[in-house]
C-alpha cells in the first residue's frame, strides 16, 4: 500500500490538525499531511511583503489571496483526500472555496464541522463524502479507508 496525501484545509484557530495527525500517527496510517499557511500575519501580508505595498486593502488582499493560491491549489491537486474544516469563531469563505475546489476536481472530501453549521454548510456537506463533528472522527474514517479497519476491530484484532 502507498503513502496517502491529505490536505486540511479550513480555520486555523484550533488545534484540529495536530489531533488528526496525531490520531493518524498513532492508528500507523501512511500519511503526509499538507496545509495552507496557517500563519494568519503571514497569509495575509504574503503579497505586500514580497511585492510591494499596497494603498488600498483590496489590493493588498488581492496580492495575497493569489500566492496563498499557489500553494493552495497545487496541495489540493496532489491530495489524495481534501478535508475541510468549518470553526466556530470565524466565517471561513476561503475554506468553503477550498471545499468547492476540492468537489470541482473530484477529490474525495471529507468535511469537519459542529452539528450547528449543517444547515449553513448543506450544500457543501452534499459535496462531501463523509461529514465529521470531530477530529476523531475523520482518523476514524481514514483509518478505514486506508487500513479498512474498523473502530475497536483494529484494536480487538492487534491484541
Known amino acids: 500500500m502507498y503513502g496517502w496525501d491529505v490536505y486540511l484545509s479550513g480555520e486555523i484557530h ?6 488528526i495527525e496525531a490520531g493518524a500517527d498513532e492508528a500507523g496510517l ?28 483590496f489590493w ?3 496580492k495575497g489571496a493569489k500566492l496563498n493560491a499557489i500553494r493552495t491549489r497545487t496541495l489540493i491537486e496532489q491530495a489524495d ?20 475546489y476540492a ?6 472530501l471529507i468535511v469537519l464541522h459542529p452539528q450547528e453549521h449543517t444547515h449553513a454548510l448543506k ?14 472522527q475523520v482518523v476514524e474514517i481514514l483509518r478505514y ?6 473502530p475497536g476491530r483494529a484494536r480487538a484484532a492487534a491484541e
Open 123 to 136: 450544500e457543501v456537506d452534499a459535496a462531501a463524502l463523509a461529514v465529521a463533528e470531530t477530529p476523531e
Open 81 to 100: 483526500v481534501v478535508v475541510v474544516r468549518f470553526g466556530d469563531k470565524y466565517k471561513q469563505w476561503n475554506a468553503a472555496f477550498d471545499a468547492g
Open 60 to 62: 493588498k488582499d488581492h
Open 30 to 57: 501512511d500519511i503526509t499531511f499538507s496545509a495552507p499557511v496557517t500563519d494568519h500575519e503571514a497569509s495575509d501580508d504574503c503579497g505586500v511583503a514580497i511585492l510591494g505595498q499596497e494603498d488600498k486593502p
Open 145 to 150: 479507508v486506508i487500513a479498512g479497519e474498523l
Open 103 to 108: 468537489a470541482a476536481l473530484g477529490k474525495p
Open 14 to 19: 484550533t488545534d484540529w490538525r495536530e489531533r
